[in-house]
């Protein structure tokens, strides 16, 4: 069934590629049996809208462009992926429409959420400057400014996967000092929640070096990474609380 779904896609396709588009892509069936050419075709069609004078035609594009690029890391396409994210933070970096520049900072997190749990950390790398660079950015437009932060908002609810977590973890204990230096920089990045409780669940290993590089990394997400874990104590001190008090 899955391969009549993808033969579907493609003979749709051949014969309009703008209905793809209009709705068959939001399948994720029929997004996994295309082509990749054709979806290339359909990527390299979004990127050219997204300097459109037209903000709607720009919001239309980052929606389903954010759909594709999540395809592209999927599939292991990876210059395409890095493509997409060079187009998106130069839109974010002219944008003037809040709606549209709302979608493209999620798009970024929703990316490099997905990049993460592949275990893609040089390309999520990318993706994470973009966002420290909008945590950074202040807009003088009051709509602009609310739209940044709403979208950083979101864009850290995105990230915080329990999958993103694990994978990054893997790779700040990794012995390839290089691969374990880059997750520890995306380490400041993204939210901190699942990230400690994997980092803390380490102190239960018997590696000493593993446990030292654990604390090591929680040490250098300062407040951030203390802060949740004195939440988690506290959790556990109330909830054994409650318990005696039961």
């Known amino acids: 069934r899955e ?3 993808g033969m579907i896609a493609r003979f749709v396709f051949a014969l309009d590629p703008s209905l793809l588009e209009k709705g068959l892509l939001s399948n994720r069936v029929i997004q996994r049996g295309m082509a990749w050419k054709a979806v290339r075709k359909i990527i390299d069609r979004l ?9 709607d035609t720009r919001h239309r594009a980052v929606g389903k462009l954010q759909d594709m690029a999540l395809l592209a890391v999927e599939r292991g396409k990876e210059n395409s992926t890095i493509q ?17 520049l709302y979608r493209a900072i999620v798009l970024t997190a929703s990316l490099m959420e997905a990049l993460l749990a592949r275990g893609m950390m040089t390309i999520a790398l990318q993706a994470g400057k973009i966002l420290q660079n909008m945590e950074a950015m202040r807009f003088s437009r009051t709509e602009l400014e609310a739209a940044r932060k709403r979208s950083l908002a979101e ?18 204990l990794s012995d390839d000092e290089i691969v374990s230096r ?4 995306l380490a400041l ?16 290993e018997d590696s000493r070096r593993l446990r030292s590089k654990a604390f090591r990394m929680l040490l250098k997400m300062g ?3 203390l802060s949740t874990i004195h939440d988690r104590l506290t959790e556990i001190v109330t909830a054994f609380n409650s318990k005696v008090g039961g």
């Open 223 to 225: 407040k951030k990474g």
């Open 47 to 55: 990127l050219t809208s997204l300097p459109s004078p037209d903000p």
């Open 182 to 185: 880059e997750a520890a920089n």
């Open 3 to 5: 391969e009549q779904r």
């Open 189 to 204: 990045i993204i939210p901190p929640d699942n990230l400690v409780s994997q980092l803390v669940n380490i102190f239960h």
């Open 84 to 100: 997409i994210i060079e187009y998106v933070s130069r839109l974010i970096k002219r944008e003037q429409d809040p709606d549209v």
């Open 155 to 172: 864009a850290q609810r995105k990230m915080d996967t329990l999958n993103a977590a694990e994978a990054l973890v893997r790779n700040i």
